[in-house]
C-alpha cells in the first residue's frame, strides 16, 4: 500500500541538530524536486505532533529541556522503526515530523492509527514513565498545484481537528478550514472595519399592536467587508465573541446609537434598541459607559433599551445581574432577547432585572401552520404578561401571524409584515409618513 516516496542524500541535507532528521527546510527542497519529476501526481502528507503544547510547555517547566529533548530523540527512532522501507521522515517544527506517502488505500486510517499507538507507549524520564500525547493530521494533494507551505498548514488544521475531536488522527477537512480560516480573518479585520466605515447600522421598527404606533426601533449593525462583501452579524458577532473582540465593537454601536439620536431630536418614534453580548459584560462597566455616552450626547436615558438574550451565563453570574439592575436605575428599559429558544427558563426569569421580553423568532415566524408553537406562544406571552413584562414578538412576517400574537395578548411586534431593517434614510422617511400598516 505505502511506498517510501523519496530517497535523501544524507550528506547534503540540512539535519535537525536534536533529532538528526532532515528539516522543513529541506522538506520544501525535496518537495519541490518531486514535483518536479512527477507533476500533478498524487501524495498525502502526514504530519506526527509528538506532544501537546500546553503539556509540553507545562513538562519542560517542571523538568526542563532535557527530557522534551530526550522524548523528541525517542519518537524519532520510533518512526525509524515503524517507516522504514515506507517514507522519509522530516523534522518539520520543534515536535512535528513529517512524512510524504505516494499512495494511500483503505488500510491507511488504520495504518495511520497504529502508527500513533506505537508512538504513544510511555517513554521512560528520570524513572517516570511519560505518556507522549502523540496525534497526527493528513492532507491529500497533488504535486505542483499547491505551495508547500499550505500543504503544511493543511496538516497542521488536520492535526487541530484531532486534538479538538480527541482522535489519534484526522484528515484535513476543507469545509471546517475554510470556516476556521474566515473566522480569522473577521477577528483580524475588525479593527480596519471600525477605523474605515466599513460597519454601518440599520434600523428596524416596532409597533404597539394595540393601536399600530412605532414605539422603538432595533438597532442591527451591518459589515460590508471589501473583500468577503456583506457579512451577517449572526456569524461575525458569535466570532468577535469568541475572541474576546466584542467591547470595541458594542461602544462603536452605542455611541453611534447615541449620535443619530441626537440628531434625531424631535422626532417621535420614541426608543433606539440596541442588542448587547454575554461578552460585553465581561470586566467591563456597560451601565457606566451606557450612562458616560448618554451625558456625552445629551440623551434621555429612558431614549434607550438593551436587549440581552437569556441563558446560563446570565443566572451564574450576580455581577451581571448588579450591571442590569443599574442599567434599569439609569431608566435604561431592558429586554430579554429571543426568549423561548435554548435555555430560556421561567423559574430564573424574575432574577432578572428585566421589563420586557422578546418572545424568540422560532416561536412566532410561521406559528400560523404549527398549532403545537400557538400553544407555547400563547403559555409564554401569558405567563411573561402576568409576571409584569412588556411582551414584544419578533420575526412577524404575515398578517394572521399578528392576527395570531394579538389574540394571544402580545404588546408589541417586530418583523417583516411591517419592515425590514432599514438605513438611516429609508428609516426617517418611513418613521415620518407615519404610515403604519396596523393603524391603517
Ligand atoms: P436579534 O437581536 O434577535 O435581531 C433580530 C434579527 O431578525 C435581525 O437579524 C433581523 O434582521 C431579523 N428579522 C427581523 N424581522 C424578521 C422577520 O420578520 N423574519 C426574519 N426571518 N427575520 C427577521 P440580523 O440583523 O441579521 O441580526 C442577527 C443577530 O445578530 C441579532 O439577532 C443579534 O443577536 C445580532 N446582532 C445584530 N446587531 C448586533 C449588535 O449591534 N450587537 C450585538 N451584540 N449583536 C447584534
Ligand atoms: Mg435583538
Ligand atoms: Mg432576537
Redesign the pocket.
Known amino acids: 500500500m505505502l511506498q517510501d516516496v523519496y530517497a535523501l542524500t544524507p550528506a547534503t541535507a540540512r539535519l535537525d541538530p536534536i533529532s538528526r532528521l532532515p528539516d522543513r527546510v529541506q522538506f520544501a527542497v525535496d518537495l519541490e524536486k518531486l514535483a518536479c519529476q512527477h507533476p500533478g501526481q498524487p501524495r498525502t502528507l502526514v504530519l506526527v505532533d509528538a506532544l501537546d503544547m500546553a503539556w509540553a510547555h507545562g513538562m519542560t517547566l517542571a523538568m526542563g529541556l532535557a527530557p522534551f529533548e530526550d522524548i523528541i530523540r525517542c519518537i524519532t527512532s520510533r518512526l525509524h522503526e515503524q517507516l522504514d522501507g515506507v517514507a522519509q521522515v522530516y523534522h518539520i517544527g520543534v515536535k512535528r515530523f513529517g512524512f510524504v506517502l505516494a499512495a494511500t488505500g483503505d488500510d491507511f486510517p488504520a495504518f495511520i492509527e497504529g502508527l500513533v499507538d506505537s508512538l504513544r507507549k510511555p517513554i521512560l524520564l528520570d524513572s517516570l514513565p511519560i505518556r507522549p500525547t502523540v496525534r497526527a493530521g493528513s492532507v491529500d494533494f497533488a504535486l505542483n498545484t499547491e505551495a508547500v507551505g499550505d500543504v503544511l498548514r493543511k496538516a497542521m488544521y488536520a492535526g487541530e481537528l484531532a486534538l479538538r475531536a480527541g482522535l489519534r488522527w484526522a484528515p484535513f477537512d476543507p469545509v471546517r478550514d475554510a470556516a476556521y480560516r474566515r473566522a480569522f480573518y473577521l477577528v483580524a479585520d475588525i479593527a480596519e472595519a471600525l477605523a474605515d466605515g466599513q460597519l454601518s447600522l440599520r434600523f428596524q421598527p416596532r409597533f404597539a399592536i394595540a393601536d399600530g404606533a412605532q414605539v422603538s426601533a432595533e438597532v442591527l449593525l451591518r459589515w460590508q467587508h471589501p473583500r468577503l462583501g456583506a457579512v451577517s452579524p449572526a456569524e461575525f458577532i458569535p466570532v468577535l465573541e469568541r475572541n474576546g473582540m466584542i467591547h470595541e465593537v458594542t461602544r462603536w454601536v452605542i455611541d453611534s446609537a447615541l449620535v443619530r439620536l441626537a440628531q434625531w431630536q424631535g422626532q417621535t418614534f420614541g426608543q433606539l434598541s440596541i442588542n448587547l453580548s454575554p461578552m460585553d459584560f465581561d470586566g467591563h462597566d456597560v451601565s457606566g459607559t451606557l450612562r458616560r455616552l448618554c451625558h456625552a450626547h445629551g440623551i434621555d436615558p429612558q431614549r434607550l433599551e438593551v436587549e440581552i438574550t437569556e441563558g446560563e451565563w446570565l443566572r451564574s453570574n450576580p455581577r451581571v445581574l448588579g450591571e442590569l439592575a443599574q442599567i434599569r436605575a439609569l431608566g435604561i428599559d431592558v429586554a430579554i432577547?429571543?426568549f423561548g429558544s435554548g435555555y430560556s427558563n421561567f423559574s430564573y426569569l424574575h432574577e432578572i432585572p428585566a421589563n420586557v421580553v422578546?418572545l424568540?423568532?422560532s416561536m412566532v415566524t410561521g406559528i400560523e401552520g404549527n398549532p403545537r408553537y400557538q400553544k407555547i406562544a400563547r403559555s409564554i406571552l401569558s405567563l411573561a404578561r402576568e409576571l409584569g413584562y412588556r411582551t414584544v414578538a419578533?420575526g412577524v412576517e404575515t398578517f394572521r401571524c399578528l392576527q395570531m400574537i394579538r389574540e394571544f395578548g402580545c404588546d408589541e411586534a417586530q418583523g417583516y409584515f411591517f419592515a425590514k431593517p432599514m438605513d438611516e434614510g429609508q428609516f426617517l422617511a418611513w418613521s415620518e409618513s407615519g404610515v403604519f400598516p396596523l393603524a391603517q
Request: overall charge negative.
Open positions: 432577547d429571543d422578546k424568540d423568532q419578533e
